[in-house]
Nanobody, 125 residues
Framework: QVQLVESGGGLVQTGGGLRLSCVASGRTDSRLTMGWFRQQRPGKEREFVAAITWSGGISNYAGSVKGRFTISRDNAQNTVYLQMNSLKPGDTAVYYC?????????????????WGQGTQVTVSS
């Protein structure tokens, strides 16, 4: 099992930035691919944001965040980051960290085995 804990969410004005962190514990010897998803309101499907393979060699971004968000990881710290810049009100959501064991930055939430509890990001206009 892998446990994921997100942090770094909060309230920010349009155009501002935030950095989210996700720390993994448990079975971290696996070469986990890490991803970020977001859910804009309860009941809405979780939307893919970004993902990165264990080596960091392959990353993938949703078109809506490409050029504004950057995913990175520090395997020594078992941590993945999401740097979010030029935030817009449409980025308001609960952001979830996720992990899979397939070494591929899948965009479907069905391909991720482990999930964090989420952190709220609110962008005011």
């Amino acid at each position: 099992q892998v446990q994921l804990v997100e942090s770094g969410g909060g309230l920010v004005q349009t155009g501002g930035g935030l950095r989210l962190s996700c720390v993994a514990s448990g079975r971290t010897d696996s070469r986990l691919t890490m991803g970020w998803f977001r859910q804009q309101r309860p009941g809405k499907e979780r939307e893919f944001v970004a993902a990165i393979t264990w080596s960091g060699g392959i990353s993938n971004y949703a078109g809506s965040v490409k050029g504004r968000f950057t995913i990175s990881r520090d395997n020594a710290q078992n941590t993945v980051y999401l740097q979010m810049n030029s935030l817009k009100p449409g980025d308001t959501a609960v952001y979830y960290c996720a992990a899979n064991v397939y070494e591929s930055p899948y965009v479907s939430s069905d391909e991720y085995d482990f999930w964090g509890q989420g952190t709220q990001v609110t962008v005011s206009s």
